[in-house]
């Protein structure tokens, strides 16, 4: 059984910054892409930012410069680093994984439960 945790939401000032982190947990034989995604209410559930197993990285135009993401591959964790948050920045924080949990099985998408993230003064 596989799971991945959030944890490092909060509430934060704008201008603030955040670091969220995800770690993926149990029978996992290898991770391709792993990602951040974000969903505000009424909104639908958007990219955020991704990374690939080799580090190569990509990022929502509305987080470019602003947000960092990165990952322990012997840890199979991945990091969100958020800089000068904005009040629109708020939503509920998804990570995911693209894993497979033994050699015979193919690749499949793992969610998190999600971390709330609140920009407000």
């Known amino acids: 059984q596989v799971q991945l945790v959030e944890s490092g939401g909060g509430l934060v000032q704008p201008g603030g910054s955040l670091r969220l982190s995800c770690a993926a947990s149990g029978s996992i034989f290898g991770v391709k892409t792993m990602g951040w995604y974000r969903q505000a209410p009424g909104n639908q559930r958007d990219l955020v930012a991704a990374?690939?197993?080799?580090?190569?990285?990509n990022y929502a135009d509305s987080v470019k410069g602003r947000f960092t993401i990165s990952r322990d591959n012997a840890k199979n964790t991945t990091y969100l680093q958020m800089n000068s948050l904005k009040p629109e920045d708020t939503a509920v924080y998804y990570c995911?994984?693209?894993?497979?949990?033994?050699?015979?099985?193919?690749?499949?998408?793992?969610w998190g439960q999600g971390t709330q993230v609140t920009v407000s003064s």
């Open positions: 990374i690939t197993s080799g580090g190569s990285t």
């Open positions: 995911n994984a693209d894993l497979v949990t033994d050699k015979y099985s193919t690749y499949r998408i793992y």
